[in-house]
C-alpha cells in the first residue's frame, strides 16, 4: 500500500506543477514539472513498486536505470533554483549544471561498466538528487513561496526528503531504512498538499486601466493622496496595495498585501497577510499582478517595514519596486510621513521617487 501511495503522490504532484506552468508559463516550472515526471519514471524503475504493482523485472538492470534518473532528476532540480536565483544564465550557473551534466552520467556508466555494487552505483547519484531537493527547498522558501503558507508544504516536504537521500548510502542496508522509506512517503505527500495549494494561487487581472495617473515613481504626504488612489483602485480594480492597516468593513476589488506578524495567508478573496520580514516574497507577488496587467502600485506602510527590517533593506524593497513597476510602465507611490525619517534619509528618497500631488 506504501509503494502505491508512493506512486501516486508522485503522480498527482507532477500533474499539479504541470496545471501551473501551464496556467502561468513560468520557465522554472517548466523544469521542475520536467523533473516531476521524470521522478515518477523512477518510482517505476524501483522494485518494491514494480513488485507491489505485479511485475519482477530483473533488479540488476533495474538500479543503473534509476540511477540515470536520479542524476538527470538532480541536474533539473539544480537548474529550477538556478533560474529562481536568476543564475541560470551566468557563468558559474551554467558551469555547475555542465559539472555535473558530465560528471553525473559519467560516474553511472562507469561504475556499470566496471561491475560495480548497487551500493557504489548509487553512492553519487542518490545522495546528488538529495543535495538538489534540498537546495530547490531553500530555494523555493527564500525566493518564490516563503514560510508559513499551505505552500510552503512542498519545499519543506522537499527539504526532508533531499535529507533522507543524502543518508542513503549509509541506511541502505540497516534497519532504519523501512522507516526512512515511511518518512519519505510522508514528505512526498506533504510536497503534493504544497504543490497542489501552490498550483491553484490565482492572479486576477485588473478590470480597467488607470489612465488619471502619470508613469513613474512617486511619493506622496498622507492624508487626501492615499484616499483618492484608493477610490480610483477600487473603481478600477486595478492596482496592488501594500499595508498595514487590515481593510476592515470593505471588500477590496483589487489585491491588498497586509503586513502582520500576527497571521499570514489568504485572508479574504483579494486579502493576504505577509510577515514584514518577507519583503522578498512581497517584491515577486508585486510582480506577478504586474505581469496580469494591474498597474498601479502603493506602498501605505513604509514606516513600518523600515521598523521591521531597517531603512537599509526596507529602501532596496522600494527601489527593487521602482524598477519593476517601471519595467512594465506603471506608477509607484509610496505614502510616507516625513517627519519620520532624517535628513539624510529623506534625501535619499525625494532622489528617487518624485513629490505626486493630486
Request: charged share 15%.
Amino acid at each position: 500500500m506504501l509503494e502505491l501511495l508512493n506512486l501516486l503522490t508522485r503522480f498527482f504532484t507532477w500533474g499539479f506543477a504541470t496545471y501551473r506552468w501551464k496556467k502561468r508559463g513560468e520557465d522554472f516550472m517548466l523544469l521542475l514539472s520536467l523533473a516531476l515526471w521524470m521522478d515518477f519514471l523512477a518510482a517505476l524503475a524501483q522494485e518494491r513498486i514494480l513488485s507491489a504493482l505485479g511485475l519482477s523485472p530483473n533488479p540488476a538492470s533495474l538500479v543503473p536505470l534509476m540511477s540515470l534518473i536520479a542524476v538527470f532528476v538532480g541536474i533539473l532540480l539544480m537548474a529550477v533554483s538556478l533560474s529562481l536565483r536568476d543564475q541560470i544564465k551566468t557563468r558559474w550557473g551554467q558551469l555547475l549544471i555542465l559539472a555535473f551534466g558530465i560528471a553525473g552520467p559519467t560516474y553511472v556508466l562507469l561504475a556499470v561498466l566496471l561491475g560495480a555494487t548497487p551500493s557504489l552505483i548509487t553512492a553519487f547519484p542518490v545522495p546528488f538528487i538529495g543535495a538538489s531537493l534540498m537546495f530547490l527547498g531553500y530555494t523555493l522558501i527564500k525566493e518564490e513561496i516563503g514560510l508559513k503558507t499551505v505552500s510552503t508544504l512542498f519545499p519543506v516536504g522537499a527539504f526532508l526528503l533531499g535529507a533522507i537521500n543524502l543518508t542513503y548510502p549509509l541506511t541502505i542496508r540497516t534497519s532504519l531504512a523501512g522507516h526512512l522509506y515511511g518518512l519519505g512517503a510522508l514528505f512526498r505527500a506533504m510536497m503534493l498538499v504544497g504543490m497542489m495549494r501552490y498550483a491553484f494561487l490565482t492572479v486576477k487581472p485588473p478590470e480597467m486601466p488607470i489612465t488619471e495617473l502619470p508613469t513613474g515613481a512617486f511619493y506622496s504626504d498622507r492624508g487626501k493622496a492615499l484616499d483618492v488612489l484608493l477610490q480610483r483602485m477600487q473603481a478600477s480594480g486595478n492596482g496592488v496595495l501594500i499595508t498595514r492597516k487590515f481593510p476592515e468593513g470593505v471588500n477590496p476589488k483589487f489585491p491588498v498585501f497586509w503586513m502582520t506578524n500576527v497571521t499570514s495567508g489568504k485572508m479574504g478573496e483579494n486579502v493576504m497577510a505577509i510577515s514584514p520580514t518577507d519583503i522578498g516574497i512581497l517584491v515577486d507577488l508585486v510582480k506577478r499582478h504586474l505581469e496580469k496587467g494591474h498597474s498601479l502600485v502603493v506602498v501605505d506602510c513604509f514606516e513600518y517595514l523600515m521598523m521591521e527590517n531597517g531603512f537599509e533593506n526596507a529602501f532596496k524593497f522600494l527601489l527593487s519596486l521602482k524598477d519593476i513597476v517601471l519595467n512594465y510602465k506603471g506608477t509607484l507611490v509610496a505614502v510616507i510621513e516625513p517627519a519620520a525619517y532624517s535628513t539624510k534619509q529623506m534625501t535619499m528618497l525625494t532622489r528617487e521617487l518624485e513629490r505626486l500631488d493630486i
